[in-house]
């Protein structure tokens, strides 16, 4: 599962007492722009990210991520494996079709890992499809805000499984079906239906489950930019309905992102918190979660590494 580079990230970061919280966007393709901000993140620490934040929540490409970084990976070999997936997964158009090729990748890409395996606290947002509600996947019983004698690692699912549940963006994927270790069925979607910013449940894990006082958490939350809608052209003008599908869902999930973070603002505007996703504006800039064009996904990674430079020293005086 985890061919790893020469890595050359070597600082041990002393413990101080603080409790870092990683929350990742969902937002498809557009994670290029997430790991280019980690990749800075990263390098600024010279040390794996998983052995500086005590707790990775992520949704969608989030999840991807997120559970990656989780499991050992540096973000060199995540970009890499963007690179080679993402693109062959996105510009299939046939939900079946697109629906396999992200089960073969989740598979390929995490093996038999589970949710034991994690070096971090973890969590993996999910929709519930049939009753509506949030089911994420967690790591640690730490991380339970209840029945406690029947935890067990992310419900005993494997993190393949569950991860391939968070990115499944109905209908553009298949609905996800997992058994729990309980023997219950459920019937998943894309966890950005119901927190495409999972910071506030990332929250919620530290201060209700796990104790940590506002004062001592610090929160690095990251989006994944904002982007004008890209223009049909060619044979996408006979793809109407596919294009505005796209758009629906973008504008969605968009709105759930800015919804949950105002109410972080308002609810926990004391938590020390720092939120990186940039605006475009300009329209060679178009794009959506759909991208396969991996020079458009290269310039996304590299405004992420932008946006980190400008803001560099107030995120290194928030998790150094």
Known sequence: MNNYINSTLTTEHAKDGLYRILSLDGGGAKGFYTLGVLKEIEGMLNCPLYKRFDLIFGTSTGSIIGTLIALGYEIAQIHMLYQKYVPKVMKIRKPHEKTKALAELAHEVFGKATFEDVKTG?????????????????????????????????????????????????????????????????????????????????????????????????????????????????????????????????KTLEINTQSMEQLRSILFHDIKTIRISDTFEKPEMATDLMEHNLNKLSILHQRGRESFASRENEIRSLII
């Open 122 to 250: 973890i969590g993996v947002v999910t929709t519930k499809w049939i009753i509506e509600r949030p089911m994420i996947f967690k790591g640690s019983v730490e991380q339970a805000h209840g029945r406690k004698g029947t935890f067990q690692p992310g419900f005993g699912v494997a993190v393949a499984d569950a991860v391939q549940a968070s990115c499944s963006a109905y209908p553009f994927f298949d609905r996800k079906i997992i058994t729990t270790a309980t023997g219950d069925t459920v019937e998943l979607v894309d966890g950005g239906y119901c927190a495409n910013n999972p910071t506030l449940y990332a929250i919620a894990d530290a201060l209700g489950a796990m104790k940590k006082k506002r004062t001592d958490i610090r929160v690095l939350s990251v989006g994944v930019g904002v982007y004008p809608e890209p223009k049909a052209t060619g044979m996408m003008r006979l793809l109407k309905k596919y294009l505005l599908s796209i758009q629906i869902l973008q």
